[in-house]
T-cell receptor
């Protein structure tokens, strides 16, 4: 089955800096990679996703890149703001059946 | 615009007891998945249901069971609760299993004492 590793576990940046979170996956047949943001005590919120037929996707200040050969994908946040502070989870869709396999999360802290 | 709803919000149970958690998907969504999120970890897949049939099961013991109703709402049942079952239980809905986007509910925080 799929296995997803996520780094770093914590990331501290200054407001306005960029933040990058990286994930690797094991199943070369996986074809869908979402990113979720979870604020303390709240539900995971889908912020961006990418499918395996696309190498990069952007949505305002966030972007996701996918390298199928290396089996890794990354979340990029530019011009970070304090409200970006949260735990971010990457995930990959297991091709065995329709479940998402999540990484262990990255706690992002954006200081004013 | 109603999102995924779950009840109850919080629950405290004693070891050995039984618990039932409920989920209503986004209107029009026919697939519901259940995840367990232990503090400090990512969600772990428990079940997926579509059209009232189980379509997938994660690596959880038989104490965990679920079902989906004709209105696409779902219940997760856990028997013989253990301390290790304490977690946030999340329900996610999607239009169909093959539709990739899953949207999560607020979760039920279960504490087993």
């Amino acid at each position: 089955g799929e296995n997803v590793e996520q780094h770093p576990s914590t990331l501290s940046v200054q407001e306005g800096d960029s933040a990058v979170i990286k994930c690797t996956y094991s199943d070369s047949a996986s074809n869908y990679f979402p990113w979720y943001k979870q604020e303390l005590g709240k539900r995971p919120q889908l912020i961006i996703d990418i499918r395996s037929n696309v190498g990069e996707k952007k949505d305002q200040r966030i972007a996701v890149t996918l390298n199928k050969t290396a089996k890794h994908f990354s979340l990029h946040i530019t011009e970070t703001q304090p409200e970006d502070s949260a735990v971010y989870f990457c995930a990959a869709r297991d091709t065995g059946f329709q479940k998402l396999v999540f990484g262990t999360g990255t706690r992002l802290l954006v200081s004013p | 615009d109603a999102g995924v709803t779950q009840s109850p919000t919080h629950l405290i149970k004693t070891r050995g007891q039984h618990v039932t958690l409920r989920c209503s998907p986004i209107s029009g969504h026919k697939s519901v998945s259940w995840y367990q999120q232990v503090l400090g970890q990512g969600p772990q897949f428990i079940f997926q249901y579509y059209e009232k049939e189980e379509r997938g099961r994660g690596n959880f013991p038989d104490r965990f069971s679920a079902r989906q109703f004709p209105n696409y709402s779902s219940e997760l049942n856990v028997n013989a609760l253990l301390l290790g079952d304490s977690a946030l239980y999340l329900c996610a809905s999607s239009l169909r299993p093959v539709n990739y986007e899953q949207y999560f509910g607020p979760g039920t925080r279960l504490t087993v004492t």
